[in-house]
């Protein structure tokens, strides 16, 4: 699986809208792009996927660029719930290709 | 559904000791993966199953670690003998054939003295 890259940290203010960047330009044409997240003490969670269109869900917004070498993770209105480590990951769909985390961005949302 | 469930969720023991952590996956759910996390190392996959059946267990850090799935409920990871450096937060996830969501426990912090 294609190798990820991500700031370890960053700040964003309360009800801001926080953009998590990622570099995956290895990632090949099969490859998916994932993100999770693990606040303090819990295991991670789901947040988001997608392969080269821009998606949206109840809780972010996933913007690929056109050549699918980086993206960005929007959480529209960050609230102090939102403080996590957010982990980017690049994935094949294919059988046996399984879910490597990294060591992801560390988000404070500030009061 | 109430989830991933793991237990203990603390687990202090001497070097030397067997250890055996539990998972109980999301009912319906035929995937189920071990991982491992460390400041120093992060989250490792450790092994994980597909319809019980171990899939890929490269992971494993070494012979004193073993995994089974008896059955489609219940999985346990045992590490025989343990070691000061074992201690870590051991985490059991599941999801459906193999999917992209994967569905997390709340882990078992292990501590080896």
């Known amino acids: 699986d294609a190798k990820t890259t991500q700031p370890p940290s960053m700040d964003c203010a309360e009800g801001r809208a926080a953009n998590l960047p990622c570099n995956h330009s290895?990632?090949?044409?099969?490859?998916?792009v994932y993100w999770y997240r693990q606040i303090h003490s819990q295991g991670p969670q789901y947040i988001i996927h997608?392969?080269?269109n821009n998606e949206t869900n109840e809780m972010a917004s996933l913007i690929i660029t056109e050549d699918r070498k980086s993206s960005t993770l929007i959480l529209p209105h960050a609230t102090l719930r939102d403080t996590a480590v957010y982990y980017c990951?690049?994935?094949?769909?294919?059988?046996?290709?399984?879910?490597?985390f990294g060591t992801g961005t560390s988000l404070t949302v500030i009061p | 559904d109430a989830g991933v469930i793991q237990s203990p969720r603390h687990e202090v023991t001497e070097m030397g000791q067997e250890v055996t952590l539990r998972c109980k996956p999301i009912s319906g759910h035929n995937s189920l993966f071990w991982y491992r996390q460390t400041m120093m190392r992060g989250l490792e996959l450790l092994i994980y199953?597909?319809?019980?059946?171990?899939?890929?267990d490269s992971g494993m850090p070494e012979d004193r670690f073993s995994a089974k799935m008896p059955n489609a409920s219940f999985s346990t990871l045992k590490i025989q003998p343990s070691e000061p450096r074992d201690s870590a937060v051991y985490f059991c996830?599941?999801?459906?054939?193999?999917?992209?969501?994967?569905?997390f426990g709340s882990g078992t912090q292990l501590s080896v003295l």
């Open positions: 997608g392969l080269k």
């Open positions: 199953f597909n319809n019980n059946v171990p899939i890929d």
């Open positions: 990951i690049v994935r094949s769909r294919n059988t046996g290709n399984q879910f490597y």
């Open positions: 996830a599941s999801s459906f054939n193999l999917g992209e969501k994967l569905f």
């Open positions: 290895t990632i090949s044409g099969n490859e998916y």
